[in-house]
Protein backbone atom coordinates (compact mmCIF):
# COMPACT_ATOMS: atom_id res chain seq x y z
CA UNK A 1 0.00 0.00 0.00
CA UNK A 2 1.14 3.63 -1.19
CA UNK A 3 1.18 6.17 1.51
CA UNK A 4 -0.65 9.34 0.31
CA UNK A 5 -0.95 11.19 4.16
CA UNK A 6 1.56 13.76 4.42
CA UNK A 7 2.98 15.02 7.83
CA UNK A 8 3.69 18.40 8.19
CA UNK A 9 4.92 21.01 11.06
CA UNK A 10 4.79 19.18 14.41
CA UNK A 11 5.06 20.57 17.99
CA UNK A 12 5.49 19.43 21.14
CA UNK A 13 2.28 21.00 23.29
CA UNK A 14 2.72 19.37 26.99
CA UNK A 15 5.83 16.80 28.38
CA UNK A 16 6.06 15.22 31.17
CA UNK A 17 8.00 12.92 32.49
CA UNK A 18 6.21 9.46 31.06
CA UNK A 19 4.45 11.14 27.53
CA UNK A 20 4.54 13.96 25.68
CA UNK A 21 1.67 15.42 23.77
CA UNK A 22 2.20 16.05 20.53
CA UNK A 23 0.29 18.34 17.32
CA UNK A 24 0.64 17.17 14.03
CA UNK A 25 -0.89 19.19 11.01
CA UNK A 26 -1.74 16.58 8.57
CA UNK A 27 -2.37 16.51 5.01
CA UNK A 28 -4.83 13.61 3.82
CA UNK A 29 -5.04 11.97 0.20
CA UNK A 30 -7.98 13.99 -0.09
CA UNK A 31 -6.55 16.61 0.23
CA UNK A 32 -8.28 17.77 3.53
CA UNK A 33 -5.83 19.14 6.32
CA UNK A 34 -5.95 18.24 10.11
CA UNK A 35 -4.42 18.88 13.30
CA UNK A 36 -4.24 16.41 15.35
CA UNK A 37 -3.03 15.39 18.78
CA UNK A 38 -1.83 12.18 19.35
CA UNK A 39 0.64 11.14 22.72
CA UNK A 40 3.92 9.67 22.90
CA UNK A 41 3.93 7.48 25.72
CA UNK A 42 7.42 6.27 27.27
CA UNK A 43 8.34 2.80 25.87
CA UNK A 44 7.35 -0.65 29.01
CA UNK A 45 8.26 -3.43 29.88
CA UNK A 46 5.21 -6.25 31.34
CA UNK A 47 6.73 -9.23 33.11
CA UNK A 48 4.93 -12.15 33.22
CA UNK A 49 6.47 -14.63 36.19
CA UNK A 50 6.06 -18.15 35.66
CA UNK A 51 6.58 -21.17 38.69
CA UNK A 52 7.71 -24.50 37.09
CA UNK A 53 3.94 -25.35 38.19
CA UNK A 54 2.88 -22.84 35.79
CA UNK A 55 1.35 -20.46 38.66
CA UNK A 56 1.94 -16.74 37.79
CA UNK A 57 3.17 -14.26 39.55
CA UNK A 58 0.59 -11.16 39.04
CA UNK A 59 -0.11 -8.00 41.13
CA UNK A 60 -3.50 -6.19 42.78
CA UNK A 61 -3.70 -2.80 42.44
CA UNK A 62 -5.77 0.14 42.85
CA UNK A 63 -6.15 2.11 40.05
CA UNK A 64 -7.28 5.26 40.97
CA UNK A 65 -8.53 5.86 36.91
CA UNK A 66 -10.40 2.93 37.04
CA UNK A 67 -11.70 3.56 40.20
CA UNK A 68 -11.36 -0.44 41.20
CA UNK A 69 -8.11 -2.52 42.67
CA UNK A 70 -6.74 -4.16 38.99
CA UNK A 71 -5.20 -7.92 38.52
CA UNK A 72 -2.31 -7.08 36.36
CA UNK A 73 0.98 -8.14 35.01
CA UNK A 74 3.99 -6.57 36.84
CA UNK A 75 4.68 -3.63 34.79
CA UNK A 76 6.44 0.10 34.43
CA UNK A 77 8.00 2.38 32.19
CA UNK A 78 11.60 2.15 30.55
CA UNK A 79 13.74 4.47 32.14
CA UNK A 80 15.98 7.41 29.41
CA UNK A 81 19.36 4.83 30.14
CA UNK A 82 17.69 0.99 30.54
CA UNK A 83 17.36 -1.49 27.76
CA UNK A 84 14.31 -3.21 28.14
CA UNK A 85 15.73 -6.04 29.98
CA UNK A 86 17.19 -4.06 32.14
CA UNK A 87 13.94 -2.37 33.10
CA UNK A 88 12.28 -5.70 33.51
CA UNK A 89 14.68 -6.81 36.05
CA UNK A 90 13.92 -3.91 38.03
CA UNK A 91 10.53 -3.45 37.54
CA UNK A 92 10.12 -7.05 38.68
CA UNK A 93 12.14 -6.73 42.03
CA UNK A 94 10.49 -3.22 42.77
CA UNK A 95 6.70 -4.37 42.51
CA UNK A 96 6.83 -8.30 43.14
CA UNK A 97 10.05 -9.20 45.15
CA UNK A 98 11.39 -11.46 42.87
CA UNK A 99 14.34 -11.98 40.68
CA UNK A 100 14.59 -14.96 37.80
CA UNK A 101 17.39 -16.50 36.36
CA UNK A 102 15.41 -16.49 32.88
CA UNK A 103 14.26 -13.23 31.61
CA UNK A 104 12.96 -14.07 28.08
CA UNK A 105 11.45 -11.14 25.82
CA UNK A 106 8.07 -13.40 24.00
CA UNK A 107 6.33 -10.28 22.59
CA UNK A 108 6.94 -6.41 21.33
CA UNK A 109 3.87 -5.03 20.81
CA UNK A 110 2.32 -1.25 19.54
CA UNK A 111 -0.28 0.14 22.58
CA UNK A 112 -2.19 1.88 19.36
CA UNK A 113 -1.43 3.23 16.03
CA UNK A 114 -3.97 6.00 16.22
CA UNK A 115 -4.15 8.47 18.89
CA UNK A 116 -1.39 6.61 21.24
CA UNK A 117 2.03 5.87 20.52
CA UNK A 118 4.00 3.54 22.26
CA UNK A 119 6.22 0.30 21.97
CA UNK A 120 5.37 -2.81 24.97
CA UNK A 121 8.10 -5.21 25.69
CA UNK A 122 6.32 -8.15 27.25
CA UNK A 123 9.01 -10.99 29.36
CA UNK A 124 8.40 -14.49 30.56
CA UNK A 125 10.48 -14.70 33.72
CA UNK A 126 11.32 -18.12 35.00
CA UNK A 127 13.51 -20.04 37.48
CA UNK A 128 12.18 -17.43 40.44
CA UNK A 129 13.90 -15.85 43.44
CA UNK A 130 11.59 -14.83 45.78
CA UNK A 131 12.47 -11.75 47.52
CA UNK A 132 11.38 -8.97 49.44
CA UNK A 133 9.17 -5.85 47.35
CA UNK A 134 11.04 -2.71 46.91
CA UNK A 135 8.19 -0.45 45.95
CA UNK A 136 8.27 2.92 45.62
CA UNK A 137 6.68 5.66 47.80
CA UNK A 138 3.42 6.06 45.92
CA UNK A 139 2.65 2.20 45.51
CA UNK A 140 1.07 -0.11 47.03
CA UNK A 141 0.85 -3.57 45.72
CA UNK A 142 -0.48 -6.87 46.60
CA UNK A 143 1.48 -9.71 44.81
CA UNK A 144 -0.92 -12.70 43.89
CA UNK A 145 -0.02 -16.90 43.07
CA UNK A 146 -2.36 -17.90 40.44
CA UNK A 147 -2.35 -20.53 38.53
CA UNK A 148 -2.13 -20.31 34.83
CA UNK A 149 -5.54 -22.07 33.78
CA UNK A 150 -6.84 -19.83 36.20
CA UNK A 151 -5.66 -16.76 35.11
CA UNK A 152 -6.60 -17.43 31.66
CA UNK A 153 -10.42 -18.03 32.96
CA UNK A 154 -9.93 -14.79 34.50
CA UNK A 155 -9.00 -13.31 31.40
CA UNK A 156 -11.88 -15.12 30.06
CA UNK A 157 -14.36 -13.70 32.38
CA UNK A 158 -13.39 -10.55 31.65
CA UNK A 159 -12.53 -10.28 35.25
CA UNK A 160 -8.61 -9.66 34.23
CA UNK A 161 -9.39 -6.67 32.19
CA UNK A 162 -5.80 -4.78 31.52
CA UNK A 163 -5.02 -5.51 27.94
CA UNK A 164 -1.53 -6.44 27.85
CA UNK A 165 -2.30 -8.69 31.00
CA UNK A 166 -4.47 -10.30 28.80
CA UNK A 167 -2.36 -10.53 26.21
CA UNK A 168 0.13 -12.08 27.71
CA UNK A 169 -1.50 -14.57 30.12
CA UNK A 170 -3.09 -15.93 26.62
CA UNK A 171 0.04 -16.18 25.21
CA UNK A 172 1.80 -18.19 27.76
CA UNK A 173 -0.98 -20.53 27.61
CA UNK A 174 -0.61 -20.78 23.84
CA UNK A 175 3.25 -20.81 24.54
CA UNK A 176 2.81 -24.00 27.03
CA UNK A 177 -0.11 -25.35 24.56
CA UNK A 178 2.41 -25.71 22.24
CA UNK A 179 5.36 -27.01 24.67
CA UNK A 180 7.57 -23.73 24.25
CA UNK A 181 7.74 -22.54 27.51
Known sequence: MKVKTTVGPQKTVLKTQLFKVVETEITYPTGKKATRNDLYRNPSVFIFPLTEKNELY????????????????????????????????RELKE????????????????????????TIYCFLAKD????????????????????????????LTGEIKDTVTGFGILLLNDLKHKKRL
Open 58 to 89: LIHQYRYLLGRIATEAVAGHIEQSESSVVAAR
Open 128 to 155: LIIEKQKLEEDEEIEVVKIPLVKAVDMV
Open 95 to 118: EAGIDAHVLEQIAKLDESGSVVNQ
